[in-house]
C-alpha cells in the first residue's frame, strides 16, 4: 500500500529535502502537521489511508506506538479514523535547531498482525520572536578607526527555524555608522557596523544606537538590543582563534565538570588592547544548560546531563573579544557519543487472558513490543523466557515478538503461569529488563468423576430400620466449579425383579448410601449395585462403581425340630430293645435352624428324663444313646424331654419329647399306653381305649404285612402300621439346602432304625428319604412331593438274621 503526503500546510524547502532524502518511505504513511495546533486537531484519516475503513481499524484493534518510546502527541479515533493531536507539539523542544523535525510511529494491527510506519512532519510556525543574548552591547571602537571598517555585532538567535528564523537587522539613522548584514537564513545571519564617518573622540566620546532583528515569519517578530559605543584610542587588531572550528567527541552522561574543550585566541595589541575574553555568541536551547566556558582561560566544561537520545550534536558559537571590542568567533561542534545507559524496555500490546485449556499448539497468546532508546549494538535486543513453560517467543515485524503456546494446557496440573519476558541488549555491560505476564487458565469439562476406590462393600445387619446409612462413596473430580460438582444416583436395574430403587436409596451430593427397607438375611444375602457419579458439566461426564451389599444374619429364627414331631400332631413311639448294651444307638432328634453361621450352631441337651441315668443326648449330633446297659428292672416306658438351642446371642431354643418303649417282643405292645398321660392315673378307661386301639391296629398291620411278603418275596420285610407308634410323614426330617453353605444340615440324612427281638421274628425299620425337601433362599419349606416317601413305615422283618440295631446317617 502506498503512502500518502497529508500535509496541510506549504512545504518549505526542507520539507521537500526531507522526503528526497527518504524516496523509501513511500511505503509508509507521512503526515505533515504544524506545531502548536490545538488538541483533537485532525491530521488525517488513517482508516482511508490504510485501506480497512472505521469498523476494520477496532476489529483489528488498532493502535498508534512510539517508535523511540518518544512522547505519544498523535493517537487514532477509533469512531472516526482519524489520526489527532492528543497533546501540544513544541518543535522547538523537540527538535531544536534541526531543519527537519520529524516524530516516528508505528500502527500496529492485530489478528493478524501488521505494522505501519507513521512519519509525522512537525511543521515550524513563527511563534518565537527573535533575541539578543545581550540586550547592551557594549563597543570600544578607536577614534583611529578609518571609514569603512567593520564592527561585528552580536548575533541574535531566534528559536524557529527556516523562514521563520533570524531575517535581518536594521539600525536606527546615526550620523557615523551603517548597518552591514552577512549570512543566510540556513546558517545564521549577523550584523556588522561600518564606519561610514570617523570618530572624534574630543567631540563624542560614546555613542548609543539601537539594533533591531527581525524574522520572515508572517505576522513578523523582532526584538532590539542598545549598542553602546565607546571611542577610545587606536586598537587596531583583533583577537585571532587558534583554529576556526573545533570539533569534540563527548560521551553521553559525562559528569559535571567535564572540560569538553579549550578554545583560546591571540590579540597582537597589548595591554587592555590585547586582553581577551571569552563567550557564546549562539548557543541553542537545550544546550544553554549543558555547558559553559570561563571567559578568562576559554574552557568549556559540561554543566548539565549530557543525554545521547535526547541529542546527538550540538554546535556552539564561541565568541574572543579584546578590551577594546574587537571581536572575532569560532566554531565549537561536539558529537555525542552512545553509552550503554537504557535497558530494554518491554511493551506488552496485546494479551489474550484468560486462556481455555483445550487452546491448539501455535495459538496467539500475546504480542509484545521491545524498544531501547540507545543505538548501534547497544540497541541489539534478545528476548527470551524464564523457565519451563508451554510458552515460546516467536520473532515477528521488526521489534515485535508472539507469544504462542507449544504445548498442550491442563488446568488441573498448572491453572496458571506467570511467565517472565526477559529482554538482554547487547551492550557492554549489557542491560536488561523484565515483565512478568500472568496467564490464566480457563478450565473445560475434560475429566470424568473418579471414585476414590474400584469398588466398595458395605455390610448391613438385617431387620435394620429403613432409612440406615449403610455405607458412603466418595468421588472427585479435578475441573473447576460446576464441572467438577459431582452428583450421585443409583444405576436403574432390578435384583430379582425387584427395582434396586426400592431397596437403597443415595444422597446426591454426599454419596451416602441408606436402606429404604428392612433385609431379611434369609430372603437376601448380598447383591450388587451401580452407583453413578456425573458432573455439571457441558456435556456432563460420568462413571460408575460397583458397591456390593452384603446382609448380616442376626439371631431371629429359633431352631425347628424335624423329628422327633410337635406334641399335638402325632404321637411318636420308638422301641428300644432290652438288650440294648451301653452307647448303643436308640434315636435321634433331627432340627435345623433357619440362620447362618453361629448362630445356626445347635447344641441338644436332655432337660427332663424318666430314668436320668438311663439315657444320653450327643452335644452336637443330637444321637439319643444308651448310657448304660438296659436292665429287666428298667421301666418299660421312657419319656425324655429334649432341649435344642442355637449358638446365636441371645440363643434361641426349642423343645420336644421323645417316647420310647423298652421291649423285645411285640407281644408286649397292647400293653402300651400314652406316655403324655401316663400320669393322669384317674383316666383309666382312656388308657384302656388306646391299648385296645393299639393292639388291634396293630394285629390288622402285622396280618396284611405277613401275606405282602410271603406274596412278594420269601424275606421281604412286612409292614405293620400301630395307631400308637406310627410316624407321619408331615413330621419326617426334611433335607435342608442352604445357600453358600450357612444352614445347619448340608447333606441328605437316611436315618434307618432296626429292632429286633429275641425270637429273631420282629424287626422295626423306620424308613425314611429327605431327597425332595428344600429350604430356599426365601426361607420356606416345600413339603415333600414323592409319593414314595408320603409316609414313615414300621418294617418287621421275620427272617433268621442276627438281632441288631443299625442306624444310618
Known amino acids: 500500500m502506498g503512502c500518502r503526503d497529508l500535509s496541510f500546510l506549504p512545504p518549505t524547502i526542507f520539507t521537500a529535502l ?261 563567550e557564546f555568541s549562539r548557543i541553542a536551547d537545550n544546550a544553554v544548560q549543558l555547558f559553559n566556558i570561563d571567559k578568562v582561560t576559554g574552557e568549556i566544561k559540561v554543566s548539565g546531563v549530557i543525554d545521547y537520545e535526547e541529542e546527538k550534536y550540538y554546535e556552539l558559537r564561541i565568541q574572543a573579544k579584546d578590551g577594546s571590542g574587537l571581536a ?7 558529537d555525542v557519543t552512545d553509552e550503554n545507559d537504557n535497558a530494554p524496555k518491554i511493551i506488552l500490546t496485546s494479551v489474550n487472558n484468560p486462556i481455555p485449556e483445550n487452546t491448539v499448539v501455535g495459538t496467539e497468546i500475546a504480542i509484545i513490543n521491545v524498544q531501547d532508546k540507545d543505538s548501534g549494538e547497544n540497541k541489539q535486543i534478545r528476548c527470551s523466557i524464564n523457565g519451563n513453560v ?19 494446557l491442563d488446568r488441573e496440573s498448572d491453572k496458571d503461569y506467570n511467565i517472565t519476558i526477559t529482554a538482554t541488549d547487547g551492550g557492554s555491560p549489557p542491560l536488561s529488563s523484565s515483565i512478568i505476564i500472568h496467564l490464566s487458565v480457563s478450565d473445560i469439562n475434560d475429566n470424568p468423576p473418579v471414585f476414590e476406590q474400584q469398588s466398595y462393600t458395605a455390610y448391613v445387619m438385617e431387620n435394620n430400620k429403613p432409612g440406615t446409612s449403610i455405607s458412603a462413596v466418595t468421588a472427585k473430580d479435578p475441573d473447576w466449579r460446576q464441572n467438577g460438582t459431582v452428583l450421585y444416583s443409583l444405576f436403574s436395574s432390578e435384583i430379582n425383579g425387584v427395582s434396586v430403587s426400592s431397596l437403597l436409596s443415595i444422597n446426591s451430593d454426599t454419596g451416602v448410601i441408606h436402606a429404604v427397607r428392612s433385609f431379611d438375611y434369609e430372603k437376601f444375602r448380598d447383591f450388587k449395585v451401580q452407583i453413578v457419579a456425573r458432573d455439571n458439566g457441558s456435556p456432563p461426564l460420568s462413571s460408575n462403581v460397583t458397591v456390593s451389599v452384603f446382609i448380616s444374619d442376626e439371631n431371629d429364627n429359633a431352631p425347628q425340630i424335624l423329628y422327633p414331631a410337635e406334641e399335638g400332631k402325632s404321637l411318636m413311639t420308638e422301641m428300644v430293645p432290652k438288650s440294648a448294651l451301653s452307647g448303643s444307638l436308640l434315636s435321634k432328634v433331627i432340627a435345623v435352624d433357619a440362620d447362618s453361621g453361629q448362630n445356626a450352631w445347635l447344641s441338644y441337651q436332655i432337660i427332663k428324663s424318666t430314668d436320668p441315668g438311663l439315657f444320653s443326648i450327643g452335644l452336637h449330633s443330637g444321637e439319643i444313646r444308651a448310657q448304660r446297659d438296659i436292665t429287666e428292672s428298667d421301666s418299660m416306658k421312657q419319656n425324655l424331654v429334649i432341649s435344642v438351642k442355637d449358638s446365636g446371642q441371645p440363643p434361641l431354643s426349642a423343645t420336644c419329647s421323645v417316647y420310647l418303649l423298652i421291649s423285645d417282643n411285640l407281644a408286649e405292645v397292647p400293653e402300651l399306653k400314652d406316655m403324655t398321660y401316663e400320669e393322669s392315673n384317674s383316666k383309666l378307661t382312656f388308657y384302656l381305649i388306646i391299648a385296645l386301639v393299639s393292639v388291634t391296629t396293630f394285629f390288622l398291620t402285622f396280618i396284611i404285612l405277613i401275606l405282602a411278603v410271603r406274596f412278594c418275596h ?40 432296626y429292632l429286633s427281638t429275641g425270637s429273631r421274628t420282629s424287626d422295626f425299620k423306620f424308613i425314611t428319604s429327605y431327597n425332595d425337601m428344600t429350604l430356599t433362599a426365601e426361607g420356606t419349606l416345600k413339603k415333600v412331593q414323592n409319593d414314595t416317601l408320603a409316609a414313615s413305615l414300621i418294617t418287621l422283618n421275620n427272617t433268621t438274621d442276627d438281632d441288631e440295631v443299625r442306624t444310618n446317617l
Open 390 to 408: 508451554p510458552f515460546k517467543l516467536n520473532p515477528s515485524i521488526k521489534n515485535y515478538f508472539s507469544l504462542i503456546s507449544t504445548n498442550f
Open 328 to 334: 572575532s568567533t569560532a566554531s565549537v561542534v561536539i
Open 714 to 753: 420269601r424275606r421281604k420285610p412286612r409292614l405293620l402300621f400301630d395307631g400308637a407308634v406310627a410316624i407321619p410323614s408331615a413330621y419326617l426330617p426334611p433335607n435342608y439346602a442352604e445357600v453358600e453353605g450357612a444352614g445347619t444340615l448340608r447333606g441328605s440324612y437316611n436315618y434307618d432304625t
Open 18 to 278: 526531507f522526503f528526497l532524502l527518504f524516496p523509501a518511505a513511500c511505503a509508509d504513511l507521512t503526515y505533515s502537521v504544524p506545531e502548536e495546533t490545538r488538541s483533537q486537531y485532525v491530521v488525517g484519516n488513517i482508516a482511508k489511508d490504510v485501506g480497512l475503513g472505521v469498523q476494520g481499524l477496532s476489529a483489528r484493534k488498532a493502535r498508534i506506538n512510539t517508535e523511540d518510546s518518544s512522547k505519544g502527541y498523535v493517537d487514532i479515533n477509533l469512531n472516526s479514523g482519524d489520526l489527532i493531536v492528543v497533546e501540544r507539539i513544541d518543535r522547538e523542544v523537540l527538535c531544536g535547531p534541526r531543519i527537519n523535525c520529524i516524530l516516528n510511529y508505528e500502527l500496529v494491527l492485530a489478528n493478524p498482525l501488521e505494522v505501519h510506519r507513521i512519519f509525522l512532519n512537525i511543521q515550524d510556525i513563527n511563534d518565537n520572536a527573535p533575541r539578543f543574548l545581550n540586550e547592551h552591547i557594549n563597543l570600544e571602537i578607536p577614534e583611529s578607526a578609518v571609514k569603512g571598517q567593520h564592527f561585528r555585532l552580536d548575533e541574535a538567535h531566534d528559536s524557529d527555524i527556516g523562514q521563520n528564523g533570524v531575517n535581518g537587522y536594521s539600525l536606527e539613522n546615526n550620523d557615523n555608522f551603517v548597518l552591514f548584514v552577512k549570512g543566510n537564513t540556513e546558517n545564521g545571519k549577523h550584523a556588522e557596523l561600518v564606519l561610514d564617518k570617523e570618530l572624534d573622540r574630543e567631540q563624542k566620546k560614546n555613542v548609543d544606537l539601537i539594533l533591531t532583528v527581525v524574522d520572515g515569519g508572517i505576522p513578523q517578530r523582532s526584538a532590539t538590543a542598545v549598542i553602546h559605543i565607546t571611542v577610545l584610542d587606536a586598537n587596531d587588531n583583533v583577537p585571532v582563534f587558534s583554529q576556526p572550528v573545533y570539533k569534540v567527541v563527548l560521551a553521553e552522561n559525562a559528569p559535571i565538570g567535564t572540560e569538553v574543550v579549550n578554545v583560546s585566541a591571540e590579540d597582537a595589541d597589548e595591554g587592555a588592547n590585547g586582553a581577551v575574553t571569552y
